[in-house]
């Protein structure tokens, strides 16, 4: 079936023309995708941006000598920009450098775990051991009562990275204590 006619009738609401005509396109969905970085969002979520960009394609295009393709890659490229301004706006800086609250008591819990089982100079040997520089760096000032923002601009990460890193030193915690 010629695409113009997939277009008619995912147009005149027939599901499965609109899902044809999206499985055809999902491969320059990926394509564009892949190219745009979104704050706060993973590549699936530039991806899904892209797909309601190829969707919204589907339902307006209208045949004006244009080719279809083009309009699509307009559309996909358009929604997943739009995303990534948005996302990039400082109104949302909150809302892409915030952590879980239970962050905050998670390494407290997995010490306490820990100081049951090993003493002073071993465990810091232990866990210096496990922790790759930049981890070590981030436990010491977060035992120091650094705030996040603080251990961000002295380690030169962003909050996420300090929460990420806080996440994998948890982690690897939990792991020596289970060996002790």
Same mark, same amino acid.
């Given at each position: 079936m010629e695409e113009s006619e997939l277009l008619r009738m995912a147009?005149?609401?027939?599901?499965?023309?609109?899902?044809?005509?999206?499985?055809?396109?999902?491969?320059?969905?990926?394509?564009i995708a892949r190219r745009y970085y979104i704050v706060g969002a993973t590549q699936d979520d530039a991806w899904q941006e892209g797909m309601i960009g190829l969707f919204k394609a589907v339902m307006t295009y209208k045949d004006c000598g244009g080719k279809f393709?083009?309009?699509?890659?307009?559309?996909? +490229?358009? !929604? @997943?920009l739009d995303a990534v301004k948005s996302a990039s706006r400082y109104k949302n800086r909150p809302l892409n450098e915030s952590v879980p609250i239970d962050t905050f008591n998670a390494?407290?819990?997995?010490?306490?775990e820990i100081f049951g089982n090993i003493e002073g100079?071993?465990? +810091?040997? !232990? @866990?210096?051991?496990e922790l790759n520089d930049?981890?070590?760096k981030v436990l010491r000032m977060y035992?120091?009562?650094?705030?996040?923002?603080?251990?961000a601009s002295e380690a030169d990460i962003n909050i996420k990275g300090v929460d990420n890193a806080l996440q994998k030193i948890k982690r690897?915690?939990?792991?020596?204590?289970?060996?002790s």
């Open positions: 147009q005149a609401g027939d599901a499965d023309a609109a899902e044809t005509l999206i499985n055809n396109y999902m491969g320059m969905v990926s394509s393709s083009t309009y699509a890659h307009a559309c996909i +490229k358009s !929604r @997943i390494i407290s819990d997995a010490e306490a100079e071993e465990l +810091k040997a !232990r @866990i210096k051991d930049k981890e070590y035992i120091e009562g650094k705030s996040y923002a603080e251990i690897k915690i939990k792991a020596i204590a289970g060996r």
